[in-house]
């Protein structure tokens, strides 16, 4: 496709339950993240996939947070037993190629609008 | 001290001016620098990239970076009010692939 797309735009659950959030990322993009923003701060750094493989999962708060990607290209966020505090916009970006080529444009990563997630 | 600092703002400017936004980064290492602008209610875009010492231009924007200070900012000459926006600050750390923000500084630009 065109950009990276996320599906739902916005997801309204009650405390407790499971969700999935989807990730489509632009078509050749070997990298895939996701992020997570409040409301005042900047993203922040969820898990990082090249390829199928997570290749950093270090920014995941705890192990309710979970996210695969297993054919290298959509991927999934799952979050169980939801709580309160986990309401946030998550967006998923992806680039072209890991940047451990660190400086160049490979590493320019783009934004999917994102998925608002609110846990009543 | 936070990895990404940004002045949160707002910063105001009458159209037209030069808005200068600033931003510092405490791993001396990082080699990648961006901007991106945010409109309220939307994802972040990448306006530009930078990862040499000195100025980079793209039309009405320049990114400066200076790495022994440690310091990027971005200028937007000729401000619009459609320049109306959150600019956040990215660094991509040494030894890691994904991005560090800083927690972004509203611009507005006035008529």
């Known amino acids: 496709g065109a950009g990276v797309s996320q599906t739902p735009s916005n997801k309204v659950t009650e405390k407790g339950k499971y969700v999935e959030l989807r990730c489509d990322p632009i078509s050749g993009h070997t990298a895939l993240y996701w992020y997570r923003q409040s409301l005042g701060q900047g993203p922040e750094f969820l898990i990082y996939f090249q390829g199928t493989g997570a290749a950093d999962d270090s920014g995941l708060p705890n192990d309710r947070f979970f996210a695969v990607r297993p054919e290298g290209s959509v991927s999934t966020l799952k979050i169980q037993r939801t709580e309160r505090g986990d309401s946030a916009v998550y967006l998923c970006?992806?680039?072209?190629?890991?940047?451990?080529?660190?400086?160049?444009?490979?590493?320019?990563?783009?934004f999917g609008p994102g998925t608002r997630l609110t846990v009543l | 001290q936070k990895e990404v600092e940004q002045n949160s703002g707002p910063l105001s400017v009458p159209e037209g001016a030069i808005a200068s936004l600033n931003c510092t980064y405490s791993?001396?290492?990082?080699?990648?620098f961006f901007w991106y602008r945010q409109y309220s209610g939307k994802s972040p875009e990448l306006i530009m990239f930078i990862y040499s010492n000195g100025d980079k231009e793209d039309g009405r924007f320049t990114a400066q970076l200076n790495k022994a200070s440690q310091y990027v900012s971005l200028l937007i000459r000729d401000s619009q009010p459609s320049d109306s926006a959150t600019y956040l600050c990215?660094?991509?750390?040494?030894?890691?692939?994904?991005?560090?923000f800083g927690k972004g500084t509203m611009l507005l630009v006035s008529p």
């Open positions: 990215a660094v991509i750390k040494s030894g890691y692939s994904t991005l560090t």
């Open positions: 970006a992806s680039s072209f190629i890991n940047p451990g080529l660190a400086g160049s444009s490979t590493d320019t990563q783009y």
């Open positions: 791993d001396r290492g990082s080699q990648s």
